[in-house]
């Protein structure tokens, strides 16, 4: 019987070109990881569609090239791409997470693993696997915001209830000395001396009291009149007032939205909160500047209910001062955080700003950097049946 000695290795072949061309198809079928060889120097020997979706580059454009072209220009002077290398040799695999450049120049997040491949202990190579996590470092960001802005939110309503507490007692404190005052004042009407004393120390108190009511604005203790106003008329008859608060290097300009809604606003508070944002500003414009006090309507969505949005009345005050550095601008909106000469400021009037959007349903929000101006936005909420 004649047996065909070369059938078995026939088989073997078979089997071995079938393997690598299921390894093969396997590799590129996976597209949400690059996965490709380097040699001990880096460059590239194969590649698979991962790749290609991930990177932008076609097999033919990066085989033969080294792997460094897809860091970026800060990594490869620093030499990340053979340092990762080195430690891939040294310690069995290099794992790490970074900024990748695809090749229209944009850059994603990559997570990226390098292993040696080893022959008889000899190193022949690297794999290298590389997945692109920016949306999920996208995701941790905003959880981290959102995380942020409710220990904020959290802080602001506890300081918010002290506040309230201690607003109240002086308020009635104040009341009492201030209505002695003035019975004394009746009393000493014939000695100067006295009444000068007497008027002085009543100034004192009704500047005490002028503070307590700003901050029961912001404790949202202060009792609102919300009554129909046209907030454009509001900002009009305030213009003068707001002129004469500015020096001459100051240019105030207004950007009023014509055919507003009218609001259901308590007006004495919406003109101080106005008033003390223009004056935020002309204090942050010590060299001369401009400030824009913009209003407009917006569909503005509910951060506490994302699903539902409010038309919103929103009163910008913006200046091109010296802005607000990054780790002070959460707060600014806290009661006495001032960054002005003892008797400059008291720190309460962002507060009021505050108290009084929340108050009113409405809220209050910053946009500032340093040396670029600052922008405090106030949403107001539009009166269902006025719209
Ligand atoms: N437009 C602005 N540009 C730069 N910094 C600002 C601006 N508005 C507010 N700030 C900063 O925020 C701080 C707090 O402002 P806020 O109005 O609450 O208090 P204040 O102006 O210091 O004192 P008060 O308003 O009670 O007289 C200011 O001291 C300042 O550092
Ligand atoms: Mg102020």
């Given at each position: 019987?004649?047996?065909?000695?070369?059938?078995?290795?026939?088989?073997?072949?078979?089997?071995?070109?079938?393997?690598?061309r299921?390894?093969?198809?396997?590799l590129?079928?996976?597209?949400?990881?690059?996965?490709?060889?380097?040699?001990?120097?880096?460059?590239?020997?194969?590649?698979?569609?991962?790749?290609?979706?991930?990177?932008?580059?076609?097999?033919?454009?990066?085989?033969?090239?080294?792997?460094?072209?897809?860091?970026?220009?800060?990594?490869?002077?620093a030499?990340?791409?053979?340092?990762?290398?080195?430690?891939?040799?040294?310690?069995?695999?290099?794992?790490?997470?970074?900024?990748?450049?695809?090749?229209?120049?944009?850059?994603?997040?990559?997570?990226?693993?390098?292993?040696?491949?080893?022959s008889?202990?000899?190193?022949?190579?690297?794999?290298?696997?590389?997945?692109?996590?920016?949306?999920?470092?996208?995701?941790?960001?905003?959880?981290?915001?959102?995380?942020?802005?409710?220990?904020h939110?959290?802080?602001?309503?506890?300081?918010?209830?002290?506040?309230?507490?201690?607003?109240?007692?002086?308020?009635?404190l104040?009341?009492?000395?201030?209505?002695?005052?003035?019975?004394?004042?009746?009393?000493?009407?014939?000695?100067?001396?006295?009444t000068?004393?007497?008027?002085?120390a009543?100034?004192?108190?009704?500047?005490?009291?002028?503070?307590?009511?700003?901050?029961?604005?912001?404790?949202?203790?202060?009792?609102?009149?919300?009554?129909?106003?046209?907030?454009?008329?509001?900002?009009g008859?305030?213009?003068?007032?707001?002129?004469?608060?500015?020096?001459?290097?100051?240019?105030?300009?207004?950007?009023?939205?014509?055919?507003?809604?009218?609001?259901?606003?308590?007006?004495?508070?919406?003109?101080?909160?106005?008033?003390?944002?223009?004056?935020?500003?002309?204090?942050?414009?010590?060299?001369?500047?401009?400030?824009?006090?913009?209003?407009?309507?917006q569909?503005?969505?509910?951060?506490?209910?994302?699903?539902?949005?409010?038309?919103?009345?929103?009163?910008?005050?913006?200046?091109?001062?010296?802005?607000?550095?990054?780790?002070?601008?959460?707060?600014?909106?806290?009661?006495?955080?001032?960054?002005?000469?003892?008797?400059?400021?008291?720190?309460?009037?962002?507060s009021?700003?505050?108290?009084?959007?929340?108050?009113?349903?409405?809220r209050?929000?910053?946009?500032?950097?340093?040396?670029?101006?600052?922008?405090?936005?106030?949403?107001?909420?539009?009166?269902?049946?006025?719209?």
């Amino acid at each position: 019987m004649i047996t065909d000695a070369s059938q078995p290795d026939k088989d073997y072949t078979a089997a071995l070109e079938d393997e690598v061309r299921q390894f093969r198809l396997l590799l590129n079928g996976v597209t949400d990881y690059a996965i490709y060889m380097l040699d001990t120097a880096g460059t590239i020997k194969t590649w698979n569609q991962g790749g290609q979706r991930i990177k932008g580059y076609s097999q033919g454009e990066v085989v033969g090239s080294h792997f460094s072209r897809f860091y970026t220009p800060e990594d490869v002077a620093a030499g990340a791409p053979q340092r990762s290398l080195e430690v891939a040799r040294n310690e069995g695999r290099f794992a790490s997470e970074g900024w990748r450049v695809r090749k229209d120049g944009s850059r994603f997040y990559a997570s990226v693993v390098i292993d040696p491949i080893l022959s008889d202990g000899e190193l022949i190579g690297y794999a290298k696997v590389t997945r692109d996590i920016t949306e999920r470092l996208e995701t941790q960001r905003l959880l981290q915001e959102a995380q942020m802005s409710l220990l904020h939110a959290q802080k602001m309503e506890a300081i918010g209830k002290l506040t309230l507490g201690l607003a109240h007692d002086f308020n009635n404190l104040l009341a009492v000395v201030i209505n002695a005052l003035d019975l004394i004042a009746m009393r000493v009407t014939d000695d100067p001396r006295l009444t000068r004393n007497v008027e002085a120390a009543l100034r004192a108190s009704e500047r005490g009291a002028l503070l307590t009511r700003q901050l029961l604005t912001f404790g949202r203790g202060q009792n609102l009149t919300p009554q129909s106003n046209d907030v454009n008329q509001i900002i009009g008859d305030l213009s003068e007032l707001m002129r004469r608060s500015c020096p001459e290097n100051v240019d105030l300009t207004f950007n009023l939205e014509a055919g507003l809604p009218i609001i259901e606003v308590d007006k004495p508070q919406l003109e101080a909160a106005v008033l003390n944002l223009v004056v935020n500003s002309r204090d942050a414009l010590q060299a001369g500047g401009t400030i824009t006090i913009t209003t407009s309507a917006q569909r503005v969505s509910d951060p506490s209910s994302p699903d539902t949005d409010h038309d919103m009345i929103r009163v910008d005050v913006s200046d091109d001062g010296e802005g607000i550095p990054d780790e002070l601008q959460e707060r600014v909106f806290e009661p006495f955080f001032t960054t002005k000469d003892i008797g400059k400021g008291s720190g309460l009037g962002l507060s009021q700003v505050f108290g009084f959007a929340a108050q009113s349903g409405g809220r209050a929000a910053l946009t500032s950097a340093r040396g670029q101006g600052t922008t405090v936005s106030i949403f107001l909420p539009i009166a269902r049946n006025s719209v």
